[in-house]
T-cell receptor, first 117, second 113 residues
Framework: AQKVTQAQTEISVVEKEDVTLDCVYE???????LFWYKQPPSGELVFLIR??????QNEISGRYSWNFQKSTSSFNFTITASQVVDSAVYFC??????????????FGAGTQVVVTP | DAGVIQSPRHEVTEMGQEVTLRCKPI?????LFWYRQTMMRGLELLIY????????DSGMPEDRFSAKMPNASFSTLKIQPSEPRDSAVYFC???????????FGDGTRLSIL
């Protein structure tokens, strides 16, 4: 069975602070994909990044960066110099590549990020 | 290019009524997913289709829920009869393949009175 744990329910920061969102996953599959999505107050879900299980390179995109560590089954997300527009719920998700779970996304519970001016 | 289109955006109806939610996936996408989001249960996958064929409907809560995908550009999620506990935001998502990023519609906010 697959499981995604986002232990942080809510994180509040002041603008320009960095914020790191934790994501820990469980899967027995050797091939899988990890995702992050953003859900702003307007409600839509926006895809941010996909990472496959064989690519442990960290990635940076502007103020966003992701740290994938297979050894600890974690795929953490950092927002550098946060802005008010970063206020949203962020979801981590896992999709395995097996017959039984092909295509099934397992989403974490989400972390609410609140950035105040 | 148009994204995933869901209709209606909002639906308020009385319990016992039939509710039909509609989704038009992104053209060329072969996989379509229906999710339900509530505060209590988060994002739940209800059912997904690959090439118009239902692959996994284990997330469908009960027989009152049904989903169809008659062609590559249209899917429906039907609740009959509806109950207050069905109140939620229902999202449709599509992707090029089952493991590609899913692109979500804006959701349908359903309220059953």
């Amino acid at each position: 069975a697959q499981k995604v744990t986002q232990a942080q329910t809510e994180i509040s920061v002041v603008e320009k602070e960095d914020v790191t969102l934790d994501c820990v996953y469980e899967t027995r599959d050797t091939t899988y994909y990890l995702f992050w999505y953003k859900q702003p107050p307007s409600g839509e879900l926006v895809f941010l990044i996909r990472r496959n299980s064989f690519d442990e390179q960290n990635e940076i995109s502007g103020r966003y960066s992701w740290n994938f560590q297979k050894s600890t089954s974690s795929f953490n997300f950092t927002i550098t110099a946060s802005q008010v527009v970063d206020s949203a719920v962020y979801f981590c998700a896992l999709s395995a590549v097996t017959t039984d779970s092909w295509g099934k996304f397992q989403f974490g519970a989400g972390t609410q990020v609140v950035v105040t001016p | 290019d148009a994204g995933v289109i869901q209709s209606p955006r909002h639906e308020v109806t009385e319990m016992g009524q039939e509710v039909t939610l509609r989704c038009k996936p992104i053209s060329g996408h072969n996989s379509l997913f229906w999710y339900r989001q509530t505060m209590m249960r988060g994002l739940e996958l209800l059912i997904y289709f690959n090439n118009n064929v239902p692959i996994d409907d284990s997330g469908m809560p009960e027989d009152r829920f049904s989903a169809k995908m008659p062609n590559a550009s249209f899917s429906t999620l039907k609740i009959q009869p509806s109950e207050p506990r069905d109140s939620a935001v229902y999202f449709c998502a599509s992707s090029f393949t089952s493991i590609q990023p899913q692109h979500f519609g804006d959701g349908t906010r359903l309220s059953i009175l």
